[in-house]
T-cell receptor, first 114, second 114 residues
Framework: ETGVTQSPTHLIKTRGQQVTLRCSSQSGHNTVSWYQQALGQGPQFIFQYYREEENGRGNFPPRFSGLQFPNYSSELNVNALELDDSALYLC?????????????FGPGTRLTVT | AQKVTQAQTEISVVEKEDVTLDCVYETRDTTYYLFWYKQPPSGELVFLIRRNSFDEQNEISGRYSWNFQKSTSSFNFTITASQVVDSAVYFCALIPQEGGKLIFGQGTELSVKP
């Protein structure tokens, strides 16, 4: 069974640029959620994707957008990067139909905006 | 409002001591789900346990045990005979009745010294 993978591991971008982060879900999982974790804080829910559609969104501006592909992998896109976007971005996969079920996390992408 | 509070920011113990991590949650939902995750220095969140709001039976798994009390809205986590490898940040989290998103507490950083 393959776990959740994310790429890249680390990324440095300049304010105003755009970034794309990628996530492959655990084998058999068809729902992907994205979280932002600032240093010293708990993860904050960004959005969730199920069947290639957004299925819930947290308190994040529209410049945070996502995609889910037919193979259930997902992308998180952030436009017009701001310094406060510097954080660990975590992807989690789970089984649809178990919206209350366990979410399994990837190792994260550390984004630094300068 | 849905909220999870972990009042203990940092805990330091000596190996073999028992340690309890506190978690208090707020929700008006009758159905909800509670979780504990461990985040070692590598950054990946590791799922430890899930409880639903209708199951107040406490659970023991090896050196880990969980005490769920709806009357006090608490879901505490105890590590017996702590080991250095238990050093990590521990997060308590809630999935509300609507499902989908995990609502995390601020985390408790546990340091176990030899």
């Amino acid at each position: 069974e393959t776990g959740v993978t994310q790429s890249p591991t680390h990324l440095i971008k300049t304010r105003g640029q755009q970034v794309t982060l990628r996530c492959s879900s655990q084998s058999g999982h068809n729902t992907v959620s994205w979280y932002q974790q600032a240093l010293g804080q708990g993860p904050q829910f960004i959005f969730q994707y199920y069947r290639e559609e957004e299925n819930g969104r947290g308190n994040f501006p529209p410049r945070f957008s996502g995609l889910q592909f037919p193979n259930y992998s997902s992308e998180l896109n952030v436009n017009a990067l701001e310094l406060d976007d510097s954080a660990l971005y975590l992807c989690a996969s789970s089984l649809a139909g178990t919206s209350s079920g366990e979410q399994y996390f990837g190792p994260g992408t550390r984004l630094t905006v300068t | 409002a849905q909220k999870v509070t972990q009042a203990q920011t940092e805990i330091s113990v000596v190996e073999k001591e028992d340690v309890t991590l506190d978690c208090v949650y707020e929700t008006r939902d009758t159905t909800y789900y509670l979780f504990w995750y461990k985040q070692p220095p590598s950054g990946e969140l590791v799922f430890l346990i899930r409880r639903n709001s209708f199951d107040e039976q406490n659970e023991i798994s090896g050196r880990y045990s969980w005490n769920f009390q709806k009357s006090t809205s608490s879901f505490n986590f105890t590590i017996t005979a702590s080991q250095v490898v238990d050093s990590a940040v521990y997060f308590c989290a809630l999935i509300p009745q609507e499902g989908g998103k995990l609502i995390f507490g601020q985390g408790t950083e546990l340091s176990v010294k030899p």
